[in-house]
């Protein structure tokens, strides 16, 4: 392999591996931070893979009104299954859904009177609604 062959096979495989890191990056602000104020504008194809990965699917990787009351009935309906009611960390266990994506369901939930909750913070137990059944 000729000096210059190899230079510019190193110069790709590390542009590879920044592109690679700086993508890395960018997926973990998005989920910290909210998605908003990423930094640099990411391909199409990258967006949609993205939107898969997460389940979300607005371009810029929010929920649709519609996706947040499909997931706050779904919530409901597993919470109907506990009659003494669960705190929110076990059933993101069971569910595999992480917190930050359970809130604004589980708030949506209580607006419409599918569940109820019994406790304030990290103690907060879900319940059953009236309107579950």
Do not use: C, W
């Amino acid at each position: 392999m000729a000096n210059s062959e190899l230079e510019n096979r190193l110069r790709s495989l590390a542009q590879n591996f920044v592109n690679q890191v700086l993508g890395a990056f960018r997926d973990t602000f998005s989920e910290v931070v909210g998605g908003s104020a990423a930094p640099a504008a990411r391909s199409s194809a990258a967006t949609a893979a993205s939107a898969t990965r997460t389940g979300r699917s607005t371009k810029d990787g929010r929920r649709t009104p519609a996706e947040t009351l499909a997931m706050a009935h779904k919530l409901a309906a597993f919470i109907a299954g506990k009659p003494a009611g669960i705190r929110i960390e076990p059933m993101g266990k069971e569910l595999g859904l992480r917190t930050n994506q359970m809130t604004l369901p589980l708030t949506k939930a209580l607006k419409l009177g599918l569940i109820s909750k019994k406790g304030e913070r990290r103690s907060t137990v879900y319940l059953p609604g009236r309107k579950s059944k």
